[in-house]
């Protein structure tokens, strides 16, 4: 049956970023299909309340707190997910973000930590878990990325940069680990999440802005962006790796309704 094409019946699956909003999202999606899923991120109140909600749906989980910054603690998450669970089959790098901010009030510090978040963290993540996908049947990859790395706007030199240096990750790793690992992204539009709620608080007519500039003609959602990361993660996509999948309504253009402030 093809749609036994979306399960993940046996493999483990890491997930960055997964205490809330999109990461949360894939991860109890990842559960749905059988997949026993790590959830990391560095509020552990979060990611133990996502690891209940997949238990408590049938799934297996496990919560372990890391900062995807910190190289020890990306060690650690490799080395705890192999003892719990003895594999590795899927990454998915979620963790990442960086507020928007104006180009000359951009510091080195500033764009070289967005660099890190969105990038370096996500590079670091997929070498450790890569030599554990080899020793077994390949593996998926799949980054979050964000429609910023390809369109335009002020305020997101450092953000746009970083994400789309992760998307030329995704392309070069999937070079050269095809076709035992395949490793693509999301490019995901404006999705309804607490990051995004606060935006939206801003002003009266913020949301409406943003509709009107998406084809689609409404925000996206979780589970938007889960089940296309279903589709990247499972065998149904065994065929595609290197790919940049935009997720975002079909927006051709920046959705962001703001301006930011500065010159």
């Given at each position: 049956?093809?749609?036994?094409?979306?399960?993940?019946?046996?493999?483990?699956?890491?997930?960055?970023?997964?205490?809330?909003?999109?990461?949360?999202?894939?991860?109890?999606?990842?559960?749905?299909?059988?997949?026993?899923?790590?959830?990391?991120?560095?509020?552990?109140?979060?990611?133990?309340?996502?690891?209940?909600?997949?238990?408590?749906?049938?799934?297996?989980?496990?919560?372990?707190?890391?900062?995807?910054?910190?190289?020890?603690?990306?060690?650690?998450?490799?080395?705890?997910?192999?003892?719990?669970?003895?594999?590795?089959?899927?990454?998915?790098?979620?963790?990442?973000?960086?507020?928007?901010?104006?180009?000359?009030?951009?510091?080195?510090?500033?764009?070289?930590?967005?660099?890190?978040?969105?990038?370096?963290?996500?590079?670091?993540?997929?070498?450790?878990?890569?030599?554990?996908?080899?020793?077994?049947?390949?593996?998926?990859?799949?980054?979050?990325?964000?429609?910023?790395?390809?369109?335009?706007?002020?305020?997101?030199?450092?953000?746009?940069?970083?994400?789309?240096?992760?998307?030329?990750?995704?392309?070069?790793?999937?070079?050269?680990?095809?076709?035992?690992?395949?490793?693509?992204?999301?490019?995901?539009?404006?999705?309804?999440?607490?990051?995004?709620?606060?935006?939206?608080?801003?002003?009266?007519?913020?949301?409406?802005?943003m509709v009107a500039r998406t084809p689609m003609g409404r925000i996206g959602t979780t589970e938007d962006v889960a089940l296309a990361a279903l589709y990247l993660a499972t065998p149904a996509s065994e065929w595609v790796t290197g790919k940049i999948v935009e997720i975002d309504g079909g927006a051709v253009a920046s959705t962001w309704p703001l301006t930011i402030p500065g010159y």
């Amino acid at each position: 049956m093809l749609l036994d094409r979306f399960r993940l019946d046996d493999r483990v699956a890491i997930v960055t970023g997964a205490g809330r909003g999109i990461g949360r999202g894939i991860a109890q999606a990842l559960g749905e299909v059988g997949a026993k899923v790590v959830c990391a991120a560095r509020t552990e109140a979060q990611i133990d309340e996502v690891a209940r909600a997949i238990e408590d749906a049938g799934g297996a989980s496990l919560a372990l707190r890391c900062d995807v910054t910190e190289a020890a603690e990306l060690e650690a998450l490799v080395a705890g997910t192999i003892e719990r669970f003895g594999r590795i089959d899927v990454l998915v790098n979620n963790a990442g973000g960086t507020a928007p901010l104006i180009a000359l009030q951009t510091s080195d510090e500033t764009f070289e930590q967005a660099f890190h978040f969105n990038c370096t963290s996500a590079f670091g993540l997929s070498r450790l878990c890569i030599p554990h996908m080899l020793e077994r049947d390949g593996g998926s990859i799949v980054n979050i990325s964000s429609a910023m790395s390809h369109v335009v706007d002020s305020g997101f030199v450092a953000y746009g940069t970083a994400k789309a240096a992760l998307n030329h990750l995704t392309r070069l790793l999937a070079c050269e680990f095809a076709p035992r690992v395949r490793v693509n992204a999301l490019a995901v539009g404006a999705v309804a999440t607490d990051a995004l709620a606060m935006m939206l608080a801003m002003g009266p007519d913020i949301e409406q802005q943003m509709v009107a500039r998406t084809p689609m003609g409404r925000i996206g959602t979780t589970e938007d962006v889960a089940l296309a990361a279903l589709y990247l993660a499972t065998p149904a996509s065994e065929w595609v790796t290197g790919k940049i999948v935009e997720i975002d309504g079909g927006a051709v253009a920046s959705t962001w309704p703001l301006t930011i402030p500065g010159y």
